[in-house]
């Protein structure tokens, strides 16, 4: 049984709150994390998203789970695809502790604008959180003067390649990130 948790956030009324999208491949049984289960929905853009993207979906027993995820839970399909993928070893997981994954996947694995975005950057910091991906589109509303270094990508791929430290994403904030 392997696990991955991945970050993502949720607007509540004018307040942000980051919460965890666990991943566990290989149990047969439900997991019992006390977390809220995701959507169906949710489940299949990721999944789509995925296999659009030349990745495949673990070929064996996925249950995920979202603590303090909004419903509906688009917001939290980039930090579930990530978490997956980390789960079953097709991506770094050394640096999700400290990124928060904001975009909701198009089923061809572009990444879209989710509410709540810019409210993400005001209590992450705060959290330990040092990074966030969001999509590339929405880059430029974030400058240099927050505290939190926003990078964008236009796809779930590129995500990936920035993760395994191939490929670097365009940053919004004043630092780089060290891979």
Known sequence: MTRAVAWSVALRGQVAEPFSVTAVLGSAAPVDTGHAQETPECRDRVRAALLNSGRPWPHTAVQLSMNGAPQPSAIADLAV???VLAASGQ??????????????L????SLRQVEGTWAAFD????LGFTHAVVPQSVLPEFGPATALTAVGAPTLTEVLYWLHGTHELPCAGTHR???
């Open 123 to 126: 209590a992450a910091p705060l």
């Open 106 to 109: 198009g089923l061809d694995g």
């Open 177 to 179: 990130w060290d891979l």
């Open 81 to 83: 695809a990530v978490a």
């Open 91 to 104: 991506c770094r997981s050394i640096l999700l502790p400290k990124v928060l994954f904001v975009a909701e």
